[in-house]
Nanobody, 127 residues
Framework: QVQLVESGGGLVQAGGSLRLSCAASGRTFSSYAMGWFRQTPGKEREFVAVISGSGGSKSYANSVKGRFTISRDNAKNTVYLQMNSLKPEDTAVYYC????????????????????WGQGTQVTVSS
């Protein structure tokens, strides 16, 4: 069992930055690929970014490529999402997710591929 707790959300003006954190329980954190997704009311949960267990492979949604950076610190059991140049359309509840199925990193774009989820953190970008 893995428990995930997100933090770092908040209200920011367009063009600003936020860093989200996701702290995981358990002793096998490095065996899990970690993903970030986001969701707005009435819409499907949307893939944002994913990082492999070692941190050596990453993949991003086109909508955030060049603005967001995913990273992890396996010694701290934590994954991060650095969000720069934020836009109002980035407003959403952001969720981190974990899974250790042997899938290619580029295939981890569907929420159904993840076994564990955090409770989410709200990010609001004002124009």
């Amino acid at each position: 069992q893995v428990q995930l707790v997100e933090s770092g959300g908040g209200l920011v003006q367009a063009g600003g930055s936020l860093r989200l954190s996701c702290a995981a329980s358990g002793r096998t954190f490095s065996s899990y690929a970690m993903g970030w997704f986001r969701q707005t009311p009435g819409k499907e949960r949307e893939f944002v970014a994913v990082i492999s267990g070692s941190g050596g492979s990453k993949s991003y949604a086109n909508s955030v490529k060049g603005r967001f950076t995913i990273s992890r610190d396996n010694a701290k059991n934590t994954v991060y999402l650095q969000m720069n140049s934020l836009k109002p359309e980035d407003t959403a509840v952001y969720y981190c997710a974990a899974d250790r199925q042997p899938l290619p990193i580029t295939a981890r774009i569907y929420s159904t591929q993840y076994e564990y989820w955090g409770q989410g953190t709200q990010v609001t970008v004002s124009s």
